[in-house]
């Protein structure tokens, strides 16, 4: 019995020893094991790593037609639409209905200040500055990425596509706020600063200058993914630029480069539904045929949805912001039924001012004859088919939307753009569009070098690229003598509704309030100088501690 | 059932009946003293085995009739019993010895166990009664009111009673979890409550103080909950069964209208907006009860069985245990079965073996309707409206004209499987160095291991798969916990002098995984989630975390004499979660404890038979951050590429290397006695607690693309008192009352938050004031006709709209002041939602063989928004609501509005004091007499519990303790119930 306890106190003493041991040379046990964890150090590796983070990029830019991230939530909301900030409380569109977040479009004065409306500013300054950061993450380590085995011109490709959303990013926060802080530089855990301050929005413009300009050379001139941009986007974006600038010859130069590159505008029919009537100009906005790869030679840069794809939900609210709500029984709707072929359920957020529906060219007998204003573009009536209620009216019979009355509130019935109908068979009631939609066209272009000629005193050349437009619309062409600054206004709204940013192309030209108080009658009169920048957020400025922010004029 | 109920009650009655009467015929007399001689009135005289007493006289004298041969049983509160057998004589005098078995108690303190009376720290602990005769799903329902300075809180009810929220000594912290630490047979535990089946729980003991729990060091911070498992006694084998069934109505729900009542309030609130489907509905008398279809009588039944007993050298228990139940919310299902073996084995006198192991399955199958739900609520779904189709089946959208509301029943058609697997076994060795007294080394292990599968379907015939096509949901969770401690013990008295020392290294790993596929788009339902391959699109979801802790803690307990204390702790915790910078943290902490009861001049025969004094002060941790809180992360945003997933990622945390955890520091002060000669016991401690370097999320300028950073800033205290009293009431010749209560209040404040210490509104969390206060619009009454409603803040308003009181008039530039509500000025914080005040008071009443515990427990102190005022019947009057008294002309009330959509467009909250007094149980239990089983040591117990069946408030809602006032309703609970032992 001794003799067996001493073998056990041995032995038991050595094990003792060894698990003492184990414990405690472990030096590393607590080093974080983080097989899953995605972080700049280990993403940024590669070239794949570098497009998962243009990527990540893309996926934010299309949240331009979602509605304000809600609170701690990385979706999109289906109300307060934030590209509704940048095109409404214009000469062509007004807040529908007056009780909603958006009723600051029609109110101003202090509606700008309330609640709903500071969130719409906090929430789009903190995603623009979001796609900054993750722009100037990519810019910073591609930039320092000698180590690493990516080809130069991959590198340079990389480089500019951050550099032409950085830019972009920042078109939108000095339109939208004037002097912004300049941040270049990616963020980190030491870098914190408490001292930003509003640089000028001349040193804004002198960054997205440089970055444009390097992204006009190095971003490939076409890309097999549909979704990304190419070298016209720069361009496009530059030529604006410049013609703010007044350096109207370089816009010039820029934007004919642009229009004589590879992309083309859409001048007759194709793609999905070539053999039924419709139009040219309307055919780029259907599915299946927005995208280059499906013959939509115009489309510069197209945001991609699908639905129930991992990275398809892009949140677009477009539809329902701008649809009518034709399935209401109130506000003059006649509550007929969801479907497919009508687009889906609208809510009547934002309409058309009554200036904007009378803008198309008519003949002798009243009938619009520019394709842009047609009834494939827009949507003026619906025939009652047999699943609508009874009250609606006889089968087969139109009911017309309301068109008369100037820019009323509350009215579900009012006609509207067709762009944005879209509806999946799965579920006809759906808040979110999973569409492909064109966000930047070469239309556009057209009409910005239309404008450069015309500010460079050459109406004639201005009236060429802009009838070019009107040719492939049916419109009658235009002589370059009625060229004038509210014309190229005009045309653009009935060629970009609900496209540009309304707001943007009025401020450029500082017609804003003029324009809007002449043609949209609840914003009318409402407007002070102020009201040309949106107030900076409070969240930002109680956060800024060691620099007192001073707010825009008036706020 | 009610009636299967009464007969069993019958039987019961029967059964009482047949075992009375008893043989008598020789008489017994004497007087009982104790040591010093003086006489013992009231003490209890029985004959062992049978229902046959008496009971000493004042002087001391008894007298009782009984037969050679037979024990007669001497007892007395606070003292020793003591047995005599009856021989020739007819007299016999006997002394008592004291006795402090409740001073001698032995509880579980964390690394080794403590006579109660040699405790220095905050420690409380509750009774195996306490667990048992009660319908407990967990033993955090056991705690609730039973021991001062532990909030325990029904957040919400279901069948598995889960989510209970345990607070001690009040909130620390704001943004980290405020539960304290599980430690199960001491192993850290990290497994849900219901995993452990209360029946197997032997003690439980809370530690509160920092003294007793700063031995868990960046994990007590929040208090420390210690459970044992039950282990066997020497003796033959005892066979234990255990088993109770029962039924569940629900407690309370507020009116809510039927189909005339709801078309009535719609015609007055808004005239011809019945659609004709309601119409219809109404004219044919034909009203859908939805909470009543959503709900039905519960059923819940558990049973025990445990073999236990010990040898020279192995002691073991072994359980099974099964319960089911079906919960008052249809498809609402829980069953539970749990095996356990506790084995302990001295394999030499020095070395010691044992193992503590417990097997769990858990079947959580099905889904319950939604009852809060917006869209889906059993609550707001429009009475006239249906729920079955012509052919029977449950509809997909109940009212044809509005789709935006699905079938509240929906859920229950999905197909769910939802199973869980827990092993979790503790397993030590210990070995006594034979040639140092005193000294020995303890080897624990502690392994976790749970796994949880869950399938789901949702077809077409439901809202969510009539969306998506079909919907099938494949998820499991595996979560493990490893723990390995070597603990050096020594133990030794020098003469008056005794030093116990614990020394401990230990290293732990948790780690969790998570996966989940969704899939949607099928062909059919048929195949349900076995069909996931087909789906048209399929999404993947993948959480994985790993945290890693390193420990050195030493603790030293001196007394001298048994008359001073003093314990001294400290502990060495590294974290794998915080910054590189701070992956170490030091918890020091000091206890004195001083028996003035022992000392000379305290005199031996006052009222304080018994007096300790306690004192402590020490640090603590919480650790609560989450794994890698600390490191720079990028988040998914993947876009697409043609219609395949293109992955993609933006930066979304900022790395923090200085990110710690938080520090609370209390000082405890506790006073123990015992009265008339430990009849009674009282426990009273004061305490303060303060915590810095809070976790806080910061938010930083937006600029940096990043709006929030998690950082170690901001302060909270906590202040209270706890007391604990109990004792024997009456303690006669057949009926004895015994009662205990407790009672505590804590004060709760924010003292600092961030660097420029202003208010944090947007969290709603003021300097100064608690941590779960109330903010907003106070409520004013109501604007009545003859009001000067256009001079006042609110011009705009109606009569019968809700009047907001009018905090402060700020002055505009030119010093006038600017009339209106507005959300700067006028809102206020209005109480808050923690108790300051618990307590809980429990009374056991003996007669013979019969005893009765009633047990009450309440708060006081919490104001809560009643949510079920909020009315919000949505514009055109589309949701049912409760049915409330309204402002008329007529009816001119100042406590509610008119009805009207705009009556109270301020949103102002109706703030009520959700204080309560529940009769939480009432247990009426027969102990049949042990000669029943003859020599074999047996019991039989027959009870009848009835839980929840009274609750006193002034509470409008549901429920003031529920936390959603639109939830699975409290529910009463009837048990009958069996205990046998053999």
């Given at each position: 019995?001794?003799?067996?306890?001493?073998?056990?106190?041995?032995?038991?003493?050595?094990?003792?020893?060894?698990?003492?041991?184990?414990?405690?040379?472990?030096?590393?046990?607590?080093?974080?094991?983080?097989?899953?964890?995605?972080?700049?150090?280990?993403?940024?590796?590669?070239?794949?790593?570098?497009?998962?983070?243009?990527?990540?990029?893309?996926?934010?830019?299309?949240?331009?037609?979602?509605?304000?991230?809600?609170?701690?939530?990385?979706?999109?909301?289906?109300?307060?639409?934030?590209?509704?900030?940048?095109?409404?409380?214009?000469?062509?569109?007004?807040?529908?209905?007056?009780?909603?977040?958006?009723?600051?479009?029609?109110?101003?004065?202090?509606?700008?200040?309330?609640?709903?409306?500071?969130?719409?500013?906090?929430?789009?300054?903190?995603?623009?500055?979001?796609?900054?950061?993750?722009?100037?993450?990519?810019?910073?380590?591609?930039?320092?990425?000698?180590?690493?085995?990516?080809?130069?011109?991959?590198?340079?490709?990389?480089?500019?596509?951050?550099?032409?959303?950085?830019?972009?990013?920042?078109?939108?926060?000095?339109?939208?706020?004037?002097?912004?802080?300049?941040?270049?530089?990616?963020?980190?855990?030491?870098?914190?600063?408490?001292?930003?301050?509003?640089?000028?929005?001349?040193?804004?413009?002198?960054?997205?200058?440089?970055?444009?300009?390097?992204?006009?050379?190095?971003?490939?001139?076409?890309?097999?993914?549909?979704?990304?941009?190419?070298?016209?986007?720069?361009?496009?974006?530059?030529?604006?630029?410049?013609?703010?600038?007044?350096?109207?010859?370089?816009?010039?130069?820029?934007?004919?480069?642009?229009?004589?590159?590879?992309?083309?505008?859409?001048?007759?029919?194709?793609?999905?539904?070539?053999?039924?009537?419709?139009?040219?100009?309307?055919?780029?906005?259907?599915?299946?045929?927005?995208?280059?790869?499906?013959?939509?030679?115009?489309?510069?840069?197209?945001?991609?949805?699908?639905?129930?794809?991992?990275?398809?939900?892009?949140?677009?609210?477009?539809?329902?912001?701008?649809?009518?709500?034709?399935?209401?029984?109130?506000?003059?709707?006649?509550?007929?039924?969801?479907?497919?072929?009508?687009?889906?359920?609208?809510?009547?957020?934002?309409?058309?001012?009554?200036?904007?529906?009378?803008?198309?060219?008519?003949?002798?007998?009243?009938?619009?004859?520019?394709?842009?204003?047609?009834?494939?573009?827009?949507?003026?009536?619906?025939?009652?088919?047999?699943?609508?209620?009874?009250?609606a009216g006889t089968v087969g019979s139109n009911i017309a939307l309301d068109f008369t009355p100037v820019d009323p509130l509350g009215d579900r019935f009012r006609p509207y753009t067709r762009k944005w109908d879209w509806s999946h068979d799965i579920d006809v009631r759906s808040t979110r569009s999973y569409n492909d939609q064109v966000y930047l066209r070469l239309a556009d272009t057209y009409l910005l070098l239309a404008e450069a000629y015309f500010k460079n005193s050459d109406s004639e050349n201005a009236a060429k690229y802009i009838n070019e437009l009107r040719s492939r619309a049916n419109a009658p062409f235009v002589a370059s003598g009625d060229i004038s600054l509210d014309f190229i206004l005009d045309e653009r709204a009935r060629e970009l509704f609900s496209e540009e940013q309304r707001r943007y192309t009025l401020l450029r030209n500082n017609k804003w309030m003029e324009r809007t108080n002449m043609h949209n009658i609840n914003a009318s009169g409402k407007l002070t100088d102020r009201d040309k920048l949106y107030p900076i957020p409070q969240s930002f400025?109680?956060?800024?501690?060691?620099?007192?922010?001073?707010?825009?004029?008036?706020? | 059932?009610?009636?299967?109920?009464?007969?069993?009650?019958?039987?019961?009655?029967?059964?009482?009946?047949?075992?009375?009467?008893?043989?008598?015929?020789?008489?017994?007399?004497?007087?009982?003293?104790?040591?010093?001689?003086?006489?013992?009135?009231?003490?209890?005289?029985?004959?062992?085995?049978?229902?046959?007493?008496?009971?000493?006289?004042?002087?001391?004298?008894?007298?009782?009739?009984?037969?050679?041969?037979?024990?007669?049983?001497?007892?007395?509160?606070?003292?020793?019993?003591?047995?005599?057998?009856?021989?020739?004589?007819?007299?016999?005098?006997?002394?008592?010895?004291?006795?402090?078995?409740?001073?001698?108690?032995?509880?579980?303190?964390?690394?080794?166990?403590?006579?109660?009376?040699?405790?220095?720290?905050?420690?409380?602990?509750?009774?195996?009664?306490?667990?048992?005769?009660?319908?407990?799903?967990?033993?955090?329902?056991?705690?609730?009111?039973?021991?001062?300075?532990?909030?325990?809180?029904?957040?919400?009810?279901?069948?598995?009673?889960?989510?209970?929220?345990?607070?001690?000594?009040?909130?620390?912290?704001?943004?980290?979890?405020?539960?304290?630490?599980?430690?199960?047979?001491?192993?850290?535990?990290?497994?849900?409550?219901?995993?452990?089946?209360?029946?197997?729980?032997?003690?439980?003991?809370?530690?509160?103080?920092?003294?007793?729990?700063?031995?868990?060091?960046?994990?007590?911070?929040?208090?420390?909950?210690?459970?044992?498992?039950?282990?066997?006694?020497?003796?033959?084998?005892?066979?234990?069964?255990?088993?109770?069934?029962?039924?569940?109505?629900?407690?309370?729900?507020?009116?809510?209208?039927?189909?005339?009542?709801?078309?009535?309030?719609?015609?007055?609130?808004?005239?011809?907006?019945?659609?004709?489907?309601?119409?219809?509905?109404?004219?044919?008398?034909?009203?859908?009860?939805?909470?009543?279809?959503?709900?039905?009588?519960?059923?819940?039944?558990?049973?025990?069985?445990?073999?236990?007993?010990?040898?020279?050298?192995?002691?073991?228990?072994?359980?099974?245990?099964?319960?089911?139940?079906?919960?008052?919310?249809?498809?609402?299902?829980?069953?539970?079965?749990?095996?356990?073996?506790?084995?302990?084995?001295?394999?030499?006198?020095?070395?010691?073996?044992?193992?503590?192991?417990?097997?769990?399955?858990?079947?959580?199958?099905?889904?319950?309707?939604?009852?809060?739900?917006?869209?889906?609520?059993?609550?707001?779904?429009?009475?006239?409206?249906?729920?079955?189709?012509?052919?029977?089946?449950?509809?997909?959208?109940?009212?044809?004209?509005?789709?935006?509301?699905?079938?509240?029943?929906?859920?229950?058609?999905?197909?769910?499987?939802?199973?869980?697997?827990?092993?979790?076994?503790?397993?030590?060795?210990?070995?006594?160095?034979?040639?140092?007294?005193?000294?020995?080394?303890?080897?624990?292990?502690?392994?976790?291991?749970?796994?949880?599968?869950?399938?789901?379907?949702?077809?077409?015939?439901?809202?969510?798969?009539?969306?998506?096509?079909?919907?099938?949901?494949?998820?499991?969770?595996?979560?493990?916990?490893?723990?390995?401690?070597?603990?050096?013990?020594?133990?030794?008295?020098?003469?008056?002098?005794?030093?116990?020392?614990?020394?401990?290294?230990?290293?732990?790993?948790?780690?969790?995984?998570?996966?989940?596929?969704?899939?949607?788009?099928?062909?059919?339902?048929?195949?349900?989630?076995?069909?996931?391959?087909?789906?048209?699109?399929?999404?993947?979801?993948?959480?994985?975390?790993?945290?890693?802790?390193?420990?050195?803690?030493?603790?030293?307990?001196?007394?001298?004499?048994?008359?001073?204390?003093?314990?001294?702790?400290?502990?060495?915790?590294?974290?794998?979660?915080?910054?590189?910078?701070?992956?170490?943290?030091?918890?020091?902490?000091?206890?004195?404890?001083?028996?003035?009861?022992?000392?000379?001049?305290?005199?031996?025969?006052?009222?304080?038979?018994?007096?300790?004094?306690?004192?402590?002060?020490?640090?603590?941790?919480?650790?609560?951050?989450?794994?890698?809180?600390?490191?720079?992360?990028?988040?998914?945003?993947?876009?697409?590429?043609?219609?395949?997933?293109?992955?993609?990622?933006?930066?979304?945390?900022?790395?923090?290397?200085?990110?710690?955890?938080?520090?609370?520091?209390?000082?405890?002060?506790?006073?123990?006695?015992?009265?008339?000669?430990?009849?009674?016991?009282?426990?009273?401690?004061?305490?303060?607690?303060?915590?810095?370097?809070?976790?806080?999320?910061?938010?930083?300028?937006?600029?940096?693309?990043?709006?929030?950073?998690?950082?170690?800033?901001?302060?909270?205290?906590?202040?209270?008192?706890?007391?604990?009293?109990?004792?024997?009431?009456?303690?006669?010749?057949?009926?004895?009352?015994?009662?205990?209560?407790?009672?505590?209040?804590?004060?709760?404040?924010?003292?600092?938050?961030?660097?420029?210490?202003?208010?944090?509104?947007?969290?709603?969390?003021?300097?100064?004031?608690?941590?779960?206060?109330?903010?907003?619009?106070?409520?004013?009454?109501?604007?009545?006709?003859?009001?000067?409603?256009?001079?006042?803040?609110?011009?705009?308003?109606?009569?019968?709209?809700?009047?907001?009181?009018?905090?402060?008039?700020?002055?505009?530039?030119?010093?006038?002041?600017?009339?209106?509500?507005?959300?700067?000025?006028?809102?206020?914080?209005?109480?808050?939602?923690?108790?300051?005040?618990?307590?809980?008071?429990?009374?056991?009443?003996?007669?013979?063989?019969?005893?009765?515990?009633?047990?009450?427990?309440?708060?006081?102190?919490?104001?809560?928004?009643?949510?079920?005022?909020?009315?919000?019947?949505?514009?055109?009057?589309?949701?049912?609501?409760?049915?409330?008294?309204?402002?008329?002309?007529?009816?001119?009330?100042?406590?509610?509005?008119?009805?009207?959509?705009?009556?109270?467009?301020?949103?102002?909250?109706?703030?009520?004091?959700?204080?309560?007094?529940?009769?939480?149980?009432?247990?009426?239990?027969?102990?049949?007499?042990?000669?029943?089983?003859?020599?074999?040591?047996?019991?039989?117990?027959?009870?009848?519990?009835?839980?929840?069946?009274?609750?006193?408030?002034?509470?409008?809602?549901?429920?003031?303790?529920?936390?959603?006032?639109?939830?699975?309703?409290?529910?009463?609970?009837?048990?009958?119930?069996?205990?046998?032992?053999?």
């Amino acid at each position: 019995m001794k003799k067996y306890m001493k073998f056990i106190i041995k032995s038991y003493g050595a094990f003792l020893a060894l698990l003492l041991t184990i414990v405690s040379c472990s030096d590393n046990f607590l080093e974080q094991n983080t097989p899953h964890i995605i972080a700049a150090d280990n993403l940024y590796v590669d070239e794949a790593g570098f497009d998962a983070g243009l990527n990540g990029l893309y996926a934010l830019a299309r949240m331009e037609r979602a509605g304000v991230p809600t609170d701690n939530s990385p979706s999109g909301s289906s109300n307060n639409l934030i590209a509704a900030m940048m095109m409404g409380g214009t000469d062509i569109i007004y807040g529908n209905r007056p009780w909603n977040s958006e009723r600051f479009l029609n109110d101003w004065g202090d509606q700008v200040i309330g609640g709903d409306a500071q969130t719409y500013f906090s929430k789009t300054w903190n995603w623009l500055y979001e796609i900054i950061n993750a722009s100037n993450t990519i810019i910073n380590r591609a930039e320092n990425s000698g180590s690493l085995n990516i080809d130069d011109q991959s590198l340079k490709r990389i480089i500019a596509e951050a550099r032409t959303i950085r830019a972009w990013a920042y078109r939108h926060l000095t339109y939208l706020f004037g002097d912004v802080p300049l941040n270049v530089n990616e963020s980190t855990g030491e870098n914190i600063r408490l001292d930003w301050e509003r640089d000028a929005v001349s040193a804004i413009k002198a960054q997205m200058k440089e970055d444009l300009e390097y992204a006009a050379i190095n971003l490939p001139e076409n890309h097999t993914n549909n979704g990304k941009i190419v070298r016209a986007v720069a361009q496009h974006y530059l030529a604006e630029l410049l013609i703010e600038e007044g350096d109207y010859p370089a816009a010039i130069t820029v934007a004919l480069a642009t229009i004589n590159g590879p992309k083309a505008l859409v001048t007759s029919r194709y793609g999905v539904n070539s053999g039924n009537p419709g139009t040219p100009y309307t055919d780029m906005f259907l599915e299946g045929n927005a995208n280059p790869s499906q013959g939509n030679t115009e489309a510069l840069w197209v945001f991609q949805n699908a639905y129930e794809v991992e990275g398809g939900e892009g949140h677009n609210i477009m539809r329902r912001w701008f649809m009518s709500e034709y399935s209401s029984t109130s506000g003059g709707a006649p509550g007929l039924t969801v479907t497919v072929d009508r687009g889906g359920r609208g809510q009547t957020r934002l309409s058309a001012t009554k200036f904007m529906l009378d803008l198309y060219d008519k003949d002798i007998n009243g009938n619009v004859v520019d394709d842009r204003g047609s009834e494939f573009a827009w949507r003026t009536f619906f025939t009652i088919k047999p699943e609508d209620p009874s009250s609606a009216g006889t089968v087969g019979s139109n009911i017309a939307l309301d068109f008369t009355p100037v820019d009323p509130l509350g009215d579900r019935f009012r006609p509207y753009t067709r762009k944005w109908d879209w509806s999946h068979d799965i579920d006809v009631r759906s808040t979110r569009s999973y569409n492909d939609q064109v966000y930047l066209r070469l239309a556009d272009t057209y009409l910005l070098l239309a404008e450069a000629y015309f500010k460079n005193s050459d109406s004639e050349n201005a009236a060429k690229y802009i009838n070019e437009l009107r040719s492939r619309a049916n419109a009658p062409f235009v002589a370059s003598g009625d060229i004038s600054l509210d014309f190229i206004l005009d045309e653009r709204a009935r060629e970009l509704f609900s496209e540009e940013q309304r707001r943007y192309t009025l401020l450029r030209n500082n017609k804003w309030m003029e324009r809007t108080n002449m043609h949209n009658i609840n914003a009318s009169g409402k407007l002070t100088d102020r009201d040309k920048l949106y107030p900076i957020p409070q969240s930002f400025i109680d956060a800024n501690l060691d620099n007192k922010i001073e707010n825009n004029v008036g706020y | 059932m009610k009636n299967q109920l009464l007969l069993k009650l019958t039987c019961m009655v029967f059964v009482l009946l047949a075992f009375t009467g008893f043989a008598q015929n020789k008489k017994i007399t004497g007087t009982v003293t104790d040591r010093s001689n003086m006489p013992l009135p009231g003490v209890n005289v029985i004959v062992k085995g049978t229902s046959n007493g008496a009971s000493t006289d004042f002087d001391g004298n008894y007298s009782i009739t009984t037969t050679t041969g037979q024990t007669l049983v001497f007892s007395y509160v606070g003292f020793k019993t003591k047995e005599v057998v009856v021989g020739n004589t007819t007299t016999y005098n006997v002394s008592l010895e004291t006795d402090n078995a409740q001073l001698d108690e032995v509880i579980i303190v964390g690394y080794g166990t403590q006579k109660r009376s040699d405790v220095t720290g905050s420690v409380a602990s509750i009774s195996q009664e306490r667990l048992e005769e009660k319908p407990n799903t967990n033993f955090a329902q056991a705690l609730q009111g039973a021991l001062p300075g532990i909030t325990i809180n029904q957040n919400s009810s279901s069948a598995e009673q889960n989510d209970v929220s345990i607070l001690i000594r009040g909130r620390n912290s704001i943004n980290a979890s405020n539960s304290p630490l599980i430690v199960y047979d001491g192993i850290p535990y990290s497994g849900t409550l219901a995993d452990i089946n209360p029946n197997d729980i032997k003690s439980i003991s809370v530690l509160k103080d920092a003294s007793a729990t700063a031995i868990y060091g960046s994990r007590g911070a929040n208090g420390v909950i210690l459970i044992d498992t039950k282990k066997g006694k020497r003796g033959k084998p005892k066979i234990s069964f255990s088993s109770y069934s029962g039924y569940n109505e629900i407690a309370n729900i507020p009116e809510i209208y039927d189909g005339q009542g709801f078309a009535a309030f719609k015609e007055t609130r808004e005239p011809n907006e019945l659609t004709s489907s309601e119409i219809d509905k109404l004219i044919a008398g034909e009203y859908t009860d939805w909470l009543d279809l959503a709900t039905r009588t519960g059923f819940k039944q558990d049973h025990n069985l445990s073999v236990s007993g010990a040898t020279d050298r192995t002691n073991y228990y072994v359980s099974a245990g099964y319960q089911d139940v079906k919960g008052i919310a249809i498809n609402d299902e829980f069953k539970r079965g749990s095996l356990r073996a506790n084995v302990n084995i001295d394999i030499t006198d020095d070395l010691k073996f044992g193992s503590s192991t417990q097997l769990t399955r858990i079947d959580r199958s099905g889904l319950s309707p939604s009852f809060g739900s917006e869209s889906a609520g059993a609550y707001f779904t429009n009475p006239l409206t249906s729920a079955y189709d012509e052919q029977g089946n449950l509809t997909v959208n109940p009212w044809p004209e509005d789709e935006f509301f699905e079938n509240p029943l929906g859920p229950t058609l999905a197909d769910n499987t939802d199973i869980s697997f827990k092993i979790f076994t503790a397993n030590f060795i210990e070995y006594k160095f034979p040639f140092i007294k005193g000294l020995s080394f303890r080897l624990n292990t502690g392994v976790e291991y749970n796994s949880r599968n869950e399938s789901r379907y949702w077809g077409l015939n439901t809202a969510r798969g009539f969306r998506s096509n079909g919907e099938a949901r494949l998820e499991n969770w595996v979560s493990s916990n490893f723990l390995l401690e070597n603990i050096l013990n020594y133990n030794r008295t020098f003469g008056d002098h005794t030093i116990a020392f614990t020394g401990l290294y230990s290293s732990q790993k948790n780690e969790y995984e998570s996966n989940r596929t969704t899939g949607v788009g099928f062909q059919s339902d048929l195949l349900t989630h076995y069909q996931l391959e087909q789906a048209l699109s399929l999404t993947h979801r993948t959480i994985f975390e790993q945290t890693t802790l390193v420990s050195q803690m030493g603790r030293l307990n001196y007394n001298y004499k048994s008359k001073y204390f003093a314990t001294f702790t400290v502990r060495r915790d590294g974290f794998s979660g915080f910054g590189d910078d701070e992956k170490y943290g030091v918890f020091p902490s000091v206890a004195l404890g001083w028996k003035v009861s022992e000392e000379s001049f305290f005199p031996k025969e006052g009222i304080v038979n018994n007096l300790k004094l306690r004192f402590s002060y020490g640090e603590n941790g919480n650790q609560a951050v989450g794994p890698y809180d600390n490191l720079s992360r990028l988040t998914d945003r993947s876009y697409l590429n043609f219609e395949e997933t293109a992955p993609g990622f933006i930066p979304s945390q900022l790395a923090n290397n200085g990110l710690s955890w938080e520090t609370t520091a209390t000082y405890n002060l506790g006073v123990d006695l015992g009265i008339l000669k430990n009849r009674f016991n009282l426990s009273i401690d004061a305490y303060r607690a303060r915590t810095s370097d809070l976790l806080l999320d910061r938010l930083i300028p937006s600029v940096h693309g990043i709006t929030e950073v998690t950082q170690n800033i901001g302060e909270t205290q906590n202040q209270g008192i706890e007391i604990a009293l109990g004792g024997a009431i009456v303690d006669a010749k057949n009926f004895n009352w015994k009662a205990s209560g407790n009672f505590s209040y804590n004060e709760n404040e924010i003292v600092s938050l961030f660097a420029s210490d202003q208010d944090d509104i947007a969290n709603g969390l003021f300097i100064g004031q608690p941590i779960s206060s109330n903010y907003g619009f106070k409520f004013d009454g109501i604007w009545q006709q003859n009001d000067d409603i256009a001079n006042s803040a609110q011009p705009g308003a109606v009569p019968g709209d809700v009047r907001v009181l009018d905090v402060n008039n700020p002055v505009d530039d030119a010093g006038n002041p600017i009339l209106g509500i507005s959300a700067n000025d006028d809102r206020v914080i209005q109480g808050q939602r923690d108790p300051k005040v618990i307590w809980g008071l429990d009374n056991t009443f003996t007669y013979k063989n019969v005893s009765l515990n009633i047990f009450m427990h309440g708060v006081g102190g919490v104001t809560k928004r009643n949510t079920t005022k909020d009315e919000n019947v949505f514009g055109g009057v589309r949701r049912n609501w409760y049915v409330l008294d309204y402002w008329t002309p007529d009816n001119p009330i100042n406590t509610f509005h008119r009805n009207h959509q705009d009556a109270n467009i301020n949103n102002v909250g109706f703030f009520e004091k959700a204080d309560f007094i529940r009769i939480k149980d009432i247990s009426l239990s027969y102990k049949f007499n042990e000669s029943l089983f003859g020599d074999s040591n047996g019991s039989l117990k027959l009870y009848f519990t009835a839980r929840n069946l009274f609750t006193i408030t002034d509470w409008d809602g549901l429920d003031p303790e529920l936390n959603s006032q639109r939830s699975v309703p409290l529910q009463k609970e009837f048990i009958l119930g069996l205990n046998l032992t053999l």
